[in-house]
């Protein structure tokens, strides 16, 4: 009897989610009407900011973000090689350009001495690093009042990728703050794809307590167009202007994200206390396992900080490097691991491949020494972790485990 495959992820779309989006349906507004506002609402309640942008996707929030804080050609913004291509594709998109950072190997999290060592290499060469961009891996925060601090130094923005972070928090000052409430950053962007917390299908926002930056994130998510009587050209006793009229000042897009969309948002949300909720119950079943025999040694987890609550978007293991190993060898027994899950079909991933390697990034870069992605790389897989998991499929992937680690002792 073979079980059903267990993704590393999956959405869950509950009948009340289900009812919103009909409900929208039948009501006037496909698009541009309330329930934007209302996600967003929503959105800035769970995360403490001042203001939310909903957009079509978490990768044009990226590209929104980094316009809107006055990025383009001749600027550099740094991030880190490890994350998803957009977090990086972001200032390309704008004409800027990207320096990568390191990561610490043991959880893939921006290495904090050389972010500092890239902004200085940057500055004495003459090529003003204008944004620095930490992404929240996995889930777990970035140690973000000592980013804020280094980036303020060489006066540098803050741009959180928070997409795998939504729901997580961190304790700086005797407060704790969530990811998203931009106590240290100039804004913060989340996705809604399926494979994150919640989803709207395709989505994201961009957060932030910057009231200005808010007015440009609006302009830009639809073509740049404003009606602001303030900042019109054209006086309002103009007889060609009237109740219709509207001025683009600035070259924005068609990023806007849609009311069905945002119905489900509204609705998924609710639930992301108790999907978090399960997300930890599921990683302290995989800690539990990973600390016994015979894992313990043979696979851990990433490394944890203390006062950081990961908001477990993904669950990675790393392959214990032995003493003296070649990465080679190393990413030869993650590919014997990830081959033995995918036979028992636990579809199991890889987050990420080093984005400077990427040919694109590196067409443009050149060969970067980055011994900490390339650590990280080497050794990392990513377990089934999603809100509608249950503790028997949470069972089954570390009994798959436990065989490999018997087999190849
Ligand atoms: C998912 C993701 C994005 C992009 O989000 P989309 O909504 O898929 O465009 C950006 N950065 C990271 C780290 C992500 O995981």
Redesign the pocket.
Known sequence: MSLPPLPYGRQEVLEEDVAEVVACLRDDFLTQGPRVARFEEALCEVAGARHAVAVA????A?HLAVLALGLGPGDTGIVPAI??V??ANCLRYAGADVAFADVDARDGLLDLEHLEDTLRALTDRGRAPRLVVP?HLAGQPVDMPAVRAIASRYGAFVLE?A??ALGATYEADSTVHAVGGCAHSDAA?F???P??HITTG???AVLTNDSRLYGRLMDLRTHGIHKDPDRLTRPPEDPFVGPWYYEQDALGFNYRITDLQCALGTSQLRRLKGNIARRREIASLYDSALGEAPLHGRISPLRRHDGRQSAHHLYVVQVIRRDGEALADLARRRRSLYDHLHEKDIRVQVHYIPVHWQPYHRSRVGDLQLPGADGYYAASLSLPMFHSMTVADAERVVDALREWAVRTA
Do not use: P, Q, R, Y
Not at 57 to 60: D, F
């Open positions: 996707n978490g990768t044009a990226l994350t998803f957009a977090s992404v990728d997409a795998h962007i996705s809604f794809h494979v994150k395709e989505g994201g």
